[in-house]
Every structure is written in C-alpha cells, then in structure tokens.
C-alpha cells in the first residue's frame, strides 16, 4: 500500500490550503479503511488533524475544526484536505495516512502505511 | 484531552545498550490504546507498537512496549546505529482526539 500527498507548497495567509492523497488500492470505496491527516511543524511534534471512513464518517481535532474539512473521492482512490485561514503557524509537513484498525475501533486506532509528507509553508 | 509526557527528552547511549523510554498520560489511557512510533530524518513517522505492547508487522523483536493505565514504556535492547533516532508515543483512545508525546530523541553517546 502506498500514499502520496499532493498539493501546494506555498499558500498565502488568509488562504485557503487544499491538499490531495491518492491511495494505491484498487477501490477506496471497497478497501473498508479509515484514513487520516496529520501535520508536523518544522522541527517539532506530530498533531492528528482529521480522519474520514470510505463510507464519509468523519473524525476532526476539535483544536481545528472550525478551519478543516476532509473528503473522500472514491472516483480518484483519493481523499482529500482542506484547511482555512492559514497563518504562519500552519506551516508543517503534511502527512496522510492510514489508521491500522486491528481490533475493528475505526478512528481509535494507530497509523501504520504514511506518506512521504509534503512541507506547505505560509508566506506573503 | 489526554496530555502525554515522554521522557528523558534526550537520551544518550551508546550500540549495544539497551534504552529505556518513558510515555506518562495525564489520565488514564483507554484499552491501552497506546502506540509508539519511529522517526528518522525526513522521513513519515514509523508504527513500532500498537496496543501498548503489540509489535507491528516486521518490527525486529528488539523493540518491545509495556505499561497500562497511565505509564508506558518502549525498551529498545541491543542498540543499533540505525536507532538513534526520534520515538513518539501516542494515545488513540480518548474521544475526541488523538494525542501524541513530543518526543525523545536518541543519540549515540
């Protein structure tokens, strides 16, 4: 299995950052997975931005909620993020990735398959 | 919303030791949904245990978790180079977020 993040890597503050992962299965829809973002400033820890379900449930940081919205597009195998309002303090690698569901809790699971990650910095 | 604290922040050691790090909730941590992950430079995070002290596939049995409540601890035995290196803890139980420690680095003495 295999992520890859796609998006910009320069947003302007009071943008908006959209940002795509596209998953090497054969179906999102038919793989039963929940899936995740989840972002890591420049030298510091790691913070879970959202999660979603093939089926659309979804699952937000209550810290970012008001500025997130994730998506699924079954059409693409891809699912996608997008978060509002940036400010300096958004810039981060962005990673997506796959929530490990061993013992059937969805979203109450760790995270084994990631993407690389993608740096978004937000600058004038 | 569960706070984790890890600790030492920096641990020196040297290959062939063993290590010893510490993940400490703020409360209780449901189910021992605890895992702990690997980073190296520039690279995504690493699933090294699930389950407060389930290995994930293909985790050399060098690493092993322990805990329950609201202590946990990864021991890395055996040291290798290629383990010096960043480990997070983080917790998946709480409702409404996931949490994560801010990490320990480990580095060769």
């Known amino acids: 299995l295999q992520l890859q993040e796609s998006g910009p890597g320069l947003v302007k503050p009071s943008e908006t950052l959209s940002l795509a992962c596209t998953v090497s299965v054969d179906s999102i829809s038919s793989s039963g997975d929940y899936w995740a973002w989840i972002r890591q400033p420049p030298g510091k820890g790691l913070e879970y931005i959202a999660g979603?379900?093939?089926?659309?449930?979804?699952y937000y940081n209550p810290s970012l909620k008001s500025r997130v919205t994730i998506s699924v597009e079954t059409s693409k195998n891809q699912f996608s993020l997008k978060l509002r309002s940036m400010t300096a303090a958004d810039t981060a690698v962005y990673y997506c990735a796959r929530h490990f569901d061993y013992d059937a809790s969805g979203f109450h699971s760790p995270f084994d398959y990631w993407g690389p990650g993608t740096l978004v910095t937000v600058s004038s | 919303e569960i706070v984790l604290t890890q600790s030492p922040g920096t641990l020196s050691l040297s290959p062939g030791e063993s290590a010893t790090l510490s993940c400490r909730a703020s409360?209780?941590?449901?189910?021992?949904?605890l895992a702990w992950y690997q980073q190296k430079p520039g690279q995504a995070p690493r699933l090294l245990i699930y389950g407060a002290s389930n290995r994930a596939p293909d985790i050399p049995d060098r690493f092993s978790g322990s805990g329950s409540g609201t202590d946990f601890t990864l021991t890395i035995s055996r040291l290798e180079r290629e383990d010096f290196v960043v480990y997070y803890c983080?917790?998946?139980?709480?409702?409404?977020?996931?949490?994560f420690g801010q990490g320990t680095k480990l580095e060769i003495k």
């Open positions: 409360q209780r941590v449901s189910s021992n949904y």
């Open positions: 979603i379900y093939f089926a659309g449930s979804t």
């Open positions: 983080q917790q998946y139980g709480s409702s409404p977020q996931h949490t």
